[in-house]
């Protein structure tokens, strides 16, 4: 069984950064893909952006292009979610989940997810 279990969210002025991390369990990722999802107050969850298993190839949600950085060790078996000149919309439970595909890492399904950290952005 894998688990995914996220960490670094916080409070953050406008403009700040955080860095998330998901370190994994159970299994060895290093071949799956990973990925970053959020899921704002009243709003559905949606794609934030994901890496192949390599590390060397990663895909974003226009929303978060050129401020969000995907990036993973797997000697560690974590994915870690750089956000710099965050906005007060990036306020929402960020959620890591892996799948062996890297295919169209938008859409769902992913086969598992951790519980969530919550960051929010203040004004």
């Known amino acids: 069984q894998v688990q995914l279990v996220e960490s670094g969210g916080g409070l953050v002025q406008t403009g700040g950064s955080l860095r998330l991390s998901c370190a994994a369990s159970g299994r060895d990722l290093s071949t799956w893909a990973l990925a970053w999802f959020r899921q704002a107050p009243g709003k559905e969850r949606e794609f934030v952006g994901a890496?192949?298993?390599?590390?060397?190839?990663?895909h974003y949600a226009d929303s978060v292009k050129g401020r969000f950085t995907i990036s993973r060790d797997n000697a560690k078996n974590t994915v870690y979610l750089q956000m710099s000149g965050l906005k007060p919309e990036d306020t929402a439970v960020y959620y890591c989940?892996?799948?062996?595909?890297?295919?169209?890492?938008?859409?769902?399904?992913?086969?598992?997810w951790g519980q969530g950290t919550q960051v929010t952005v203040s004004s």
């Open positions: 989940a892996t799948r062996r595909a890297y295919t169209n890492p938008s859409r769902l399904p992913y086969d598992y």
């Open positions: 890496v192949n298993w390599r590390g060397d190839s990663t």
